[in-house]
């Protein structure tokens, strides 16, 4: 596929996503959703590639689904078309690591696009926010959900209700992101982390991702029997084999992925 409005790259077992439509604030097209779900798609299933990566520019992460693609919109084109297609689902079925870097603004299906991200870094000037009320909807990929869970409800209520934005120490503090870095080095920031992933056992950060992605779907008693199953698992590994043996010799592990 021919990519016009992101590009990727591949380095160091890290596959980069940048979302590339500047001059509409990365707004999230239909074209850009389907080209950034064939984009996971393929790096998801490539061995070469241990963690993803999705960024956007310094001014804009994404700010929001395209509203000039949605304005004539009705129910019935909504409802026949491929408008809640799968591609809207991409980043949360990866099987992968993703971690969204994230400058300026990150707006209606720019969050929604993060929170769907594993690990969220921010730049200093990054925005977080759920305007769409604004515009005489609610958020539709996942907003009234996700945000709820990463900041609770009385801040994401006020958030989705009133339209506010959250500035990137807010968003810290609330714990929407793991870090804030400065613009300069944000992607650096986020290969850094990545690249400590991508070191690590595959079987082990693929199993690590479902367990804790787990912890969103079910009651805390089902979420630690599966984390427990998991956990056994591993030690049909043989990369548990040589993690263990490794510590105990004092020599760094030599991963099969195994
Ligand atoms: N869509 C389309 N174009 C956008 C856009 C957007 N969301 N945001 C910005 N742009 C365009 C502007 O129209 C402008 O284009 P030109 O006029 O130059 O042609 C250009 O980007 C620069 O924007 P501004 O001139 O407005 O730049 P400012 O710095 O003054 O303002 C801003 C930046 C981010 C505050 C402002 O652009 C803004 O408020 N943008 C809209 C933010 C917003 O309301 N976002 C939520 C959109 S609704 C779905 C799943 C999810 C969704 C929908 C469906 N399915 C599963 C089907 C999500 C819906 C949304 O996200």
């Not at 909504?78 to 591609?87: P, R, W």
């Not at 082990?204 to 805390?220: C, H």
């Not at 427990?228 to 043989?238: C, P, Y």
Request: with cysteine; glycine share 8%.
């Amino acid at each position: 596929m021919t990519y016009t409005c992101i590009k990727i790259t591949i380095e160091d077992g890290i596959g980069l996503i940048i979302l590339d439509r500047p001059d509409a604030l990365n707004a999230l097209s239909d074209t850009l959703m389907h080209e950034l779900s064939n984009a996971i798609n393929t790096f998801d299933s490539n061995p070469d590639i241990s963690v993803l990566i999705i960024t956007g520019n310094d001014k804009a992460f994404a700010a929001g689904a395209d509203i000039k693609g949605m304005v004539d919109k009705t129910y019935i084109d909504a409802y026949s078309s491929d408008f809640i297609g799968s591609h809207w689902h991409c980043v949360s079925n990866c099987r992968k690591p993703v971690i969204a870097a994230v400058s300026g603004y990150a707006f209606g299906g720019g969050c929604e696009l993060a929170m769907m991200c594993d690990i969220i870094i921010a730049s200093e000037t990054a925005q977080f926010g759920q305007p769409e009320i604004k515009l005489g909807i609610i958020p539709g990929a996942g907003g009234t959900q996700r945000l709820v869970r990463a900041i609770g409800k009385s801040k994401a209520m006020e958030m989705i209700l009133t339209g506010r934005i959250m500035k990137a120490d807010e968003a810290e503090r609330a714990g929407l992101v793991s870090r804030i870095v400065s613009s300069e080095n944000l992607l650096l920031e986020a290969k850094h982390i990545a690249k400590k992933i991508a070191k690590l056992s595959t079987p082990s950060i693929l199993m690590a991702k479902t367990a804790v992605n787990t912890a969103f779907e079910t009651t805390l008693n089902q979420g630690i029997k599966n984390e427990r199953g998991i956990f056994l698992s591993l030690f049909a590994t043989e990369d548990q084999k040589e993690g263990m043996k490794a510590f105990v010799e004092k020599r760094p592990p030599k991963w099969k992925n195994k």
